[in-house]
């Protein structure tokens, strides 16, 4: 894909405060070989939902090459509502931690940090 090519040495991506409100638009980002931290506090993030299989192929398979080294993902301060986000997440392999502290999803004053 294009990102990837351009920017295959991408290791950090800070995209904080940046008006994404689509998780499809962040899935544009899922080709970049060496991300590793993505950064995408303060935005307007409601849902996060697998990417549809586009072949025949399973599609946790397909979700082993979306973000294939993303080891940190901070969600923090968006609209995320549902427990059904934080599943799409657990099919990226490399995600070691998620921070979710501002969103919907948790009351108010949990951190919202979680590691595996």
Do not use: K, Y
């Not at 351009?6 to 899922?30: A, H, I, K, M, R």
């Not at 991300?35 to 946790?60: F, K, Y």
């Amino acid at each position: 894909t294009e990102a990837a090519e351009c920017l295959p040495l991408l290791s950090v991506l800070n995209l904080d405060n940046n008006n994404v409100s689509s998780w499809q638009e962040v899935l544009q980002l899922g080709t970049l070989p060496s991300l590793t931290r993505l950064m995408l506090g303060a935005n307007q993030i409601s849902e996060i939902v697998n990417p549809p299989s586009q072949s025949s192929e399973d599609n946790d398979t397909s979700l082993h090459r979306i973000f294939p080294c993303l080891a940190c993902l901070l969600l923090g301060s968006n609209l995320v509502s549902g427990w059904g986000s934080v599943d799409a997440l657990s099919r990226l392999q490399a995600l070691r931690e998620i921070r979710l502290s501002g969103n919907p999803l948790l009351p108010h004053g949990v951190g919202g940090g979680a590691s595996r």
